[in-house]
């Protein structure tokens, strides 16, 4: 039988990152955060002066990409979050990355989070979520993380760099953030990680 992967996409700030490495851990899956690809290539750009934006720098960048580049601490940054965004918009960067994650998908299965697992990556995923929550909520929170870490920043600033983000990565040609049409949506507005969490173990388990 084909191994278990589980899709986990949905906008910035949804809760998918915490919630995709416990339900692996629970699981027994590995876990592949796939924003991390995205962010190496955006921080590679940037390291050669190139601007995310150019697409022969961002091709460049992704065919570069080596295994430690995704264990830089620097890659979660809030400069990198449009950088990421901006590379991820270019149909030859995401075809670059594709087999990496298709391939780890199929050795041992995997929860994969991300934006378009469920829909490009592993269209026969056993089951698709689809994280969100509000604007005002996925922003509070991204803003609660960045005081923790001694970045103060106004509340809508944090709002407004998100909403340009998400927009880009729903609005884009190849690969676009949206729900597969057999996802399950999951708002995780007013729920905290526990709540989501047990949430999403039911909706899974009910189809494992
Ligand atoms: O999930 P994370 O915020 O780390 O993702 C950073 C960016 O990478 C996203 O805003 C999106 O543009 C891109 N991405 C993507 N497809 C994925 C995962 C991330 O386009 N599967």
Known sequence: TAPVVIAVDGPAAAGKGTLARRLAAELGLPYLDTGLLYRAVARRVLLSGGLPTNPQAAEAAAAALTPEDLQRP??????????????AAQPPVRALLLDFQRNFAARNGAVMDGRDIGTVVCPDARVKLFV????????????????AKGEPIPLEEVAAEMAVRDARDAARDVAPMRPAEDALVLDT????????????????????
């Open 74 to 87: 620097d890659l979660r940054g809030p400069d990198m979050d449009q950088g990421a965004s901006q590379v």
């Open 132 to 147: 969100t929550a509000s604007a005002a909520a996925r922003a509070e929170r991204r803003w609660l993380e960045r005081q």
């Open 189 to 208: 507005t007013g729920l905290d990680a526990d709540a989501a969490y047990e949430a999403a173990l039911q909706l899974i388990r009910a189809r494992l």
